[in-house]
């Protein structure tokens, strides 16, 4: 237990934290082979069964000889020395012991590559996910990738602050946006703190994720702009949890609301974003919003919106309100 009252569980035991954080990992990850050791049956991977066997499963020097490593730096690995293994050396491991998805991102994590948890090209959201994104109708909800790039969204999400549908996929970047796209950036004219907080948020998440590829190709475009390189280099990062954003949507108003994420667990480079007023003024106009969307009326009003003729538009959402869903 350390100073916060934290313990750590290994293999069915609970061990004190007592600062060797690394030594409590390399047990982990020891205890953890020999588990998944024991569960593969040598036909599993084309080995011989014949013959008197003390394990259940795959003895040591089988694993070593399958992943191509040496059988004493396996036994250290196991017996949780500090051996520090490389990606390649885990990967390899993986391979022998037919490790799922799941379990490659635990090996992984217990080796310290964070950054493999997930695979860096894998950024399909599941079906359930993007029925949850449904569900929470009329608020706006949305699945981000690190990089914030809007993978999956509700109805609402896509009329908050434009119309993502109108960008190609990789088009559906926040700095992107928030940068580079003049709606967007009318949308949150009335928010001082969210351009600051976007690129403190964004480079937060770059360091978790920093070996995956896409980030150079966005930061490349994003530093054409001096705003977004003074914040980048101020160096400050930050999640900005509970703070109020204020919205001005183009169809009802303005919107004041917050933000709560949550890491999706079936892959952990996905997060789920769910915005939630503060108060039944903003609560009515995202009913209003949601209506219009129901109806179908959004597509004239974004019409009207893109031809500069939406004069009555805000002005006439709350009062309409009623008609559409009741105020909860």
């Not at 004190?16 to 593969?40: C, H, I, K, T």
């Not at 919107?255 to 952990?268: D, G, P, S, V, W």
Request: with cysteine.
């Amino acid at each position: 237990m350390d100073g916060v009252g934290r313990t750590t569980w290994l293999g069915g035991a609970v061990r004190a934290d007592n600062g060797g954080m690394a030594q409590v990992r390399n047990e982990e990850l020891g205890f953890f082979l020999r588990s998944r050791r024991n569960r593969v049956r040598p036909c599993d991977v084309g080995l011989a069964t014949g013959g008197r066997r003390r394990v259940p499963g795959l003895r040591r020097e089988e694993v070593a000889v399958l992943a191509n490593i040496g059988t004493s730096w396996y036994t250290w690995l196991e017996q949780g020395r500090d051996v520090q293994p490389s990606e390649s050396v885990l990967e390899s491991i993986a391979e022998a012991l037919l490790l799922d998805r799941e379990e490659r991102a635990h090996l992984f994590l217990l080796g310290g590559y964070p950054d493999r948890v997930a695979n860096p090209g894998d950024s399909a959201v599941g079906e359930a996910m993007r029925t949850l994104l449904d569900e929470m109708l009329p608020l706006p909800a949305m699945v981000t990738d690190p990089r914030n790039t809007v993978l999956a969204h509700n109805t609402v999400q896509r009329y908050l602050a434009s119309d993502l549908e109108e960008f190609a996929a990789g088009e559906r970047n926040c700095a992107i946006q928030t940068f580079e796209n003049p709606e967007w950036a009318r949308a949150f004219r009335s928010d001082d703190g969210h351009r600051p907080h976007l690129v403190a948020k964004l480079r937060a998440s770059y360091a978790e994720s920093i070996d995956d590829p896409e980030w150079s190709p966005l930061l490349s475009r994003l530093r054409r702009h001096e705003e977004f390189c003074r914040f980048w280099d101020s160096g400050a990062v930050g999640r900005s949890a509970g703070r109020v954003k204020s919205i001005e949507n183009p169809y009802v108003g303005t919107l004041k609301m917050t933000m709560t994420t949550m890491i999706a667990q079936e892959n952990q480079r996905l997060t789920l974003s769910v915005y939630q007023p503060v108060d039944s003024l903003t609560r009515s106009r995202l009913e209003t919003l949601h209506g219009w969307i129901n109806d179908g009326s959004i597509e004239r009003r974004r019409a009207e919106v893109l031809a500069g003729t939406d004069d009555g538009a805000v002005a006439g959402a709350v009062d309409e309100a009623p008609v559409h869903l009741r105020i909860v």
